[in-house]
Structure formats: structure tokens, C-alpha cells
């Protein structure tokens, strides 16, 4: 049975930063993404960045572009996400993702084609 764990979240003030953890276990293929989505509320799923199974490859959305940054420990089974200079707009709860098949870098999955999901974890970015 897959498990996905998110944690790291909580209450950040703007210009801080957080580390969020996405741990898994149950999952046996080779080739596969992990990535972290948000939602805000009253709104969409939003896919923000993702990592092949290498850790060589990966892709973030513009809005976080250059303040987040994703990286694999493989021997944790466990993908994490620096989140720095953050902003109210960052504020959602974040989730992690598994989806199977190569990934070759250059786009971001949208979350319809990831085949597991974590149950999330708030941020809050407040003064």
C-alpha cells in the first residue's frame, strides 16, 4: 500500500522560509515524478514543482520560481521543498504526489495524471 507523508508546515511570517517534507513508502516503480501542488482556498489545485526519480530533472511553476527549491533523498524515500521568501500568496495547503512513468524534465504534470496524493500540510504566511 502506497503512503505519502507531507509535514513542515505551519505559520511563517512574509520573507520567511520552510521546509516541507513528502516521505513515501509502498511504491515500487522505477521510473516516476513526485511533485507538490497547493490550494488556496476557493480555488484550484495548483502544481508548483516536480522531481523525476533521479532527482535530476526537475520544473517549477513561475510563481514560485527562483524562492522554491525541490530536492530527492533517495536513500530516505523523501523529496523535500525549500520554500523561501514567502509571501501571504503563498498561503494554501501543500501536497505531495506520485505519479508512475519516465519523466524527462521541461514541464510540469498537471495533477490529473499523478496517481497518489498525500493528505497535506497547511502553510500560513502572517505577520
Known amino acids: 500500500q502506497v503512503q505519502i507523508v507531507e509535514s513542515g508546515g505551519g505559520l511563517v511570517q512574509p520573507g520567511g522560509s520552510v521546509r516541507l517534507s513528502c516521505t513515501t513508502s509502498g511504491f515500487t516503480s522505477i521510473n516516476y515524478v513526485t511533485g507538490w501542488f497547493r490550494q488556496a482556498p476557493g480555488k484550484e489545485r495548483e502544481a508548483i514543482s516536480c522531481i523525476g526519480s533521479s532527482g535530476g530533472n526537475t520544473y517549477y511553476a513561475d510563481s514560485v520560481q527562483g524562492r522554491f527549491f525541490i530536492v530527492r533523498d533517495v536513500v530516505k524515500n523523501t523529496v523535500y521543498l525549500q520554500m523561501n521568501n514567502l509571501k501571504p500568496e503563498d498561503t494554501a495547503v501543500y501536497y505531495c504526489?506520485?505519479?508512475?512513468?519516465?519523466?524527462?524534465?521541461?514541464?510540469?504534470?498537471?495533477?490529473?495524471?499523478?496517481?497518489?496524493w498525500g493528505q497535506g500540510t497547511q502553510v500560513t504566511v502572517s505577520s
Open positions: 504526489a506520485l505519479r508512475r512513468g519516465y519523466y524527462g524534465g521541461g514541464y510540469l504534470p498537471p495533477p490529473s495524471q499523478y496517481d497518489y
